[in-house]
């Protein structure tokens, strides 16, 4: 009967009531997209390096070896030597190891120089392993492999002539126009810093460095009239065989003599801690190895101050939303004192009118709670893919989780808390109140 007598009066009130379901229903969807946001954030984030039992790089913090390595974030402060790299390759307790080689660019992209390892061993998210969009990987000097991001915003595809530059930053100033590459694969996208990494071999980087000293390319060995980067890319475009074979000549490979860190799979995670400790002690040149997994949860433990901030702003929208609610209840109590005085006269209890508007509090509550999830769970379904090619930001807005689920609960509670007050109102007003109307 109560649900009947709260039902005719909300639709009574429809417009009042719309409102402030409207109003409840866009602060409970501000507050599940930040938090659908934040997790997922947070698990991309995480899902950023996976299978790597330690990295290895120069002595220097943690984080930092950790920016620089995975995420492609400012530059290491030194080097490792190339026979550190063969020695820790051979140690019994390493399966695999991958050696990574960072200090050019291209229009912003950072340039990796590895070997065929990365594509075999690296992991991201869940295991998964590296994928082609389309091509294949490098097998020799001056072929390049893209990053999806890279190939999509700068519009590369196969046999496309790529010049890096000497250097990190946006500008391309000094370039290696007299060595361009050919996109030989283009990755499918990781949603990681993987995609946006041009990805060439370790004697490429040894290479196109052959004629540089301190940065600086020598005189002797300056493009001629004629290998300007137009030229080079014509020429690369309708003869690759003949440019590859001209850069051999050029550049013959030969080792590199250092690289900037490394990435070793073993052969039993147990193992990581002691080898860690064995490779901090390392005599040979000063050495830090991390666990990718430890240093991650520190450098996201710095974001924990502006994620509790983000959370607490959508709380306090929702209260706003609540206290909306309340509101409205409240401000209608007078105009209803009627409605209440023939409640109680048909024979109503005063907790029964209490009720009633208990019931409408909740309802309200209700009916915004599952509105705003309908909402967010519609507009992630449309943002999605856009948020997967442009952030990397894997969403699934069906899935939703324990933690979403109790702050939904905690809105109802909340709506209910709310109805409270207007139900106490009407608890504690008499029948003689609401039938003798004051002037």
């Known amino acids: 009967m109560l649900l ?67 995420f492609r974030i400012g530059d290491a402060t030194n080097n490792i030597r190339y026979a550190s790299y063969e020695e820790l390759a051979a140690l019994p307790q390493v399966k695999w190891a991958i050696p990574i080689s960072l200090g050019d660019s291209h229009q912003g992209y950072r340039v990796l120089g590895t070997t065929a390892a990365y594509f075999e061993h690296f992991r991201y998210g869940r295991q998964q392993a590296l994928a082609f969009a389309a091509g294949t990987r490098f097998d020799g000097l001056q072929e390049v492999v893209l990053g999806y991001e890279v190939a999509r915003r700068l519009g590369y595809d196969l046999g496309d002539s790529v010049v890096v530059a000497h250097g990190g930053g946006r500008h391309d100033i000094m370039k ?71 850069s051999h000549d050029a550049h013959p490979p030969k080792p590199p003599q250092t690289l900037s860190a490394v990435f070793l799979g073993l052969n039993n995670r147990a193992a990581a801690f002691g080898l860690q400790r064995q490779i901090n002690e390392y005599a040979g040149e000063p050495l830090l190895a991390i666990l990718p997994a430890m240093t991650l949860s520190q450098l996201w433990s710095l974001t924990g ?103 939904l609960g905690l809105v109802l509670a909340g709506g209910v808390v709310a109805g409270l007050v207007p139900a106490l109102l009407a608890y504690h007003r008499s029948l003689a109140d609401g039938l003798t109307l004051r002037t």
């Open 4 to 70: 009947k007598i709260a039902r005719a009066s909300l639709w009574n009130r429809r417009f009042s009531v719309l409102l402030t379901v409207f109003t409840i229903a866009v602060s409970v969807a501000l507050l599940l997209a930040v938090e659908r946001l934040r997790s997922e954030t947070r698990r991309s984030f995480a899902s950023t390096i996976s299978g790597t039992d330690l990295i290895v790089g120069a002595r220097t913090g943690p984080v930092q070896l950790l920016l620089y390595s995975v």
């Open 176 to 246: 290696h126009d007299d060595a361009p590459f050919r996109v030989v694969g283009i990755l499918a996208p990781t949603g990681t810093p993987v995609d946006r990494t041009l990805h060439v071999s370790l004697e490429s980087i040894e290479a196109i460095h052959a004629d540089w000293q301190s940065g600086v390319r020598i005189p002797r060995r300056a493009p001629t009239d004629g290998t300007d980067e137009h030229t080079a890319h014509d020429h690369d475009s309708h003869n690759h065989d003949s440019a590859d074979h001209d």
């Open 305 to 407: 101050v502006a994620e509790s901030a983000l959370l607490l702003v959508s709380a306090c929208v929702v209260v706003a939303g609540l206290l909306g609610m309340l509101s409205a209840l409240v401000t209608t109590l007078n105009e209803r004192r009627r409605e209440m005085a023939i409640l109680r006269a048909l024979g109503a209890r005063p907790w029964q009118v209490g009720a009633l508007l208990l019931l409408e509090s909740a309802s309200l509550a209700l009916a915004g709670t599952l509105l705003g999830a309908l909402a967010v769970t519609a507009l992630l379904a449309a943002l999605a893919p856009w948020l997967a090619s442009s952030y990397g930001l894997f969403l699934q807005p069906l899935a939703f989780s324990l933690r979403e689920a109790g702050l």
